[in-house]
């Protein structure tokens, strides 16, 4: 079963500082099947990156993908206000087919 | 584009079942592959099931398998959640998905959510 570890739990920075968050499974997945979503408060989950890499339609290009194997990074270059939210990576593949990993909580320093 | 609309709030007692429902609209859902995830007050994502387009059948997670019955009315482009033997743990909003296409493994659609309280 592929479990996927996100650290750090929380994130403390302000606006306009880099984010960096990771997300590390127990096994190798494809990077086709690696995606990062937002999610706010009451809000249903967005859909930042996926194939590892690729931002989805609408995504500001301060946010990108990168990774492969079993190690992954979700980067925010430049924090806007908006983007203080819980991230969550998932994994699309093996058995169980899918799984999310924990979430990161990004706050407001 | 795609739209989910899920149906509402529920409230049911711990041992019975319920049905969420989520109306696609933009597409048919015969071209798309929907999943359900639930989120449990202050918790995280965890994954149910959905249709493999690759095995051509619906698949559930370990956890609900048993529990959990994942259908569509193709007729009406409504995709249907039923879980059985309701327990207080399973109070969550549970949420449609859906990608941009058939085989797409990350979901970029999501329906709106259903809150699902079970209490005695």
């Known amino acids: 079963e592929i479990v996927l570890t996100q650290s750090p739990g929380t994130l403390s920075l302000s606006p306009g500082e880099r984010a960096t968050l990771s997300c590390r499974a127990s096994?190798?997945?494809?990077?086709?099947?690696l995606a990062w979503y937002q999610q706010k408060p009451g809000q249903a989950p967005r859909l930042l990156i996926y194939g590892a890499s690729s931002r989805a339609t609408g995504i500001p290009d301060r946010f990108s993908g990168s990774g492969s194997g079993t190690d992954f990074t979700l980067t925010i270059s430049r924090l806007e206000p908006e983007d203080f939210a819980v991230y969550y990576c998932q994994q699309y593949g093996s058995s169980p087919r899918v799984t999310f990993g924990q979430g990161t909580r990004l706050e407001i320093k | 584009q795609v739209q989910l609309v899920q149906s509402g709030a529920e409230v049911k007692k711990p041992g019975a079942s319920v049905k969420v429902s989520c109306k696609v609209s933009g597409y048919t859902l015969t071209e798309l592959s929907m999943h359900w995830v639930r989120q449990a007050p202050g918790k995280g994502l965890e994954w149910m099931g959905g249709?493999?387009?690759?095995?051509?059948?619906?698949i559930y997670a370990q956890k609900f398998q048993g529990r959990v019955t994942m259908t569509e009315d193709t007729s009406t482009d409504t995709a249907y959640m039923e879980l059985s033997s309701l327990r207080s743990e399973d109070t969550a909003v549970y949420y449609c998905?859906?990608?941009?296409?058939?085989?797409?493994?990350?979901?970029?659609?999501w329906g709106q959510g259903t809150l699902v309280t079970v209490s005695s």
């Open positions: 998905a859906t990608g941009t296409r058939k085989y797409s493994s990350s979901w970029y659609y």
């Open positions: 096994q190798s997945v494809s990077s086709s099947y």
């Open positions: 249709f493999d387009p690759e095995d051509g059948e619906t």
